[in-house]
Each structure stands twice: as structure tokens, then as C-alpha cells.
């Protein structure tokens, strides 16, 4: 009769074990989930500033591109004007 109290109490304990681990895997889980949702959502904004920072710098290397030839050509322009015609 003793063996079979020892028996109960030890399924009892070993079930009680295994849903105790399930719970806290579970936890951690998440914990885990939310920890990598919360790291892409940084990654993501990090890459939209970045992606702002790069397309400005686009921006004003087209506009001095654009200011340089402008310049040539005024400068050629010039330079056309003064010859003499003949």
C-alpha cells in the first residue's frame, strides 16, 4: 500500500514538473517573440532614417550636378560671346 502512495505522489510531482516547464517554455516564448518584434520594429526605423538621410544626400549631389553644368555652360557660353565673329 506504501508503494502505491509513492507511486501517486510521484506521477503527481512528475506531471506537476512537466507543467510547470511547459508553462515557463511557454513564457519564454513569448518573451522571445516580443523581444525580436521589438528589435525588427528598431531595425525598420533605422533603415527609413537612413533611407531619408541617403535620398537627401541624392538630392543635393543632383542639385550640385546640376549647378556645375549650369555653370559650364554659362562659362562656355561666355566664352563663345567673347570670340570675336568673322
Known sequence: MDSLV???VGVVVGAGGVGAFMLL???WQRQTLASAEET???IIE???KEGTVLKKEAEVQAKDVIL???TESE???????ARPRG
Open 75 to 81: 562659362r562656355e557660353g561666355a566664352v563663345r560671346s
Open 40 to 42: 525588427a520594429k528598431l
Open 46 to 48: 533605422e533603415a527609413k
Open 6 to 8: 509513492y507511486i501517486i
Open 25 to 27: 517554455q511557454r513564457q
Open 68 to 70: 556645375q553644368a549650369r
